[in-house]
């Protein structure tokens, strides 16, 4: 797979680590992701973008990315479901599923995979396709070696 221009090493992480949940599986939540992804609002990239955001006791929140005329304020489908979930009191997550209309597995940006690292911890992040195919990665997978809470302590 190519991202970029960089050549990125994807593996498809042993199914035992695959988060429990009675309700939602992974297609399930990816189907959210897709849904979500149809009120992007990318009038700059036309590059739309949805998200869907697990918590613990399997709620669903819904993310996806808006664009602004000041082109740095633009926020990520992923960091709008974080956010939404956080204001609602949502602290605990298991899983997060991003769809994009892109052919390549969508994984979350530099700025995103910090703010999953720092409130949601280790879950499993679902990069689907176009076509709805997906790959898990753990959020230690994406950002490996992350600064974190922990470092401000020392
Ligand atoms: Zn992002």
Redesign the pocket.
């Known amino acids: 797979m190519q991202i970029r221009g960089n050549k990125v090493k994807f593996e498809i992480i042993n199914f035992k680590n695959i988060f429990q949940s009675k309700i939602m599986n992974h297609k399930t939540l990816v189907n959210k992701a897709f849904e979500a992804k149809k009120n992007a609002l990318p009038p700059y990239s036309h590059f739309h973008v949805g998200a869907a955001l697990l918590t613990e006791d399997d709620k669903v929140y819904l993310g996806c990315?808006i664009e602004n005329s000041s082109y740095s304020l633009t926020?990520?489908?992923?960091?709008t479901a974080i956010f939404k979930a956080i204001s609602e009191g949502e602290r605990k997550f298991k899983a997060i599923a991003i769809a994009s209309d892109s052919p390549d597995y969508i994984t979350?940006?530099?700025?995103?995979?910090q703010?999953i690292y720092d409130h949601c911890g280790e879950i499993d992040i679902i990069c689907t396709n176009k076509d709805g195919d997906y790959k898990i990665f753990k959020t230690s997978e994406l950002l490996p070696h992350a600064f974190g809470d922990e470092d401000l302590k020392k």
């Open positions: 990315n926020i990520c489908a992923e960091r979350p940006c530099g700025a995103c995979r703010i």
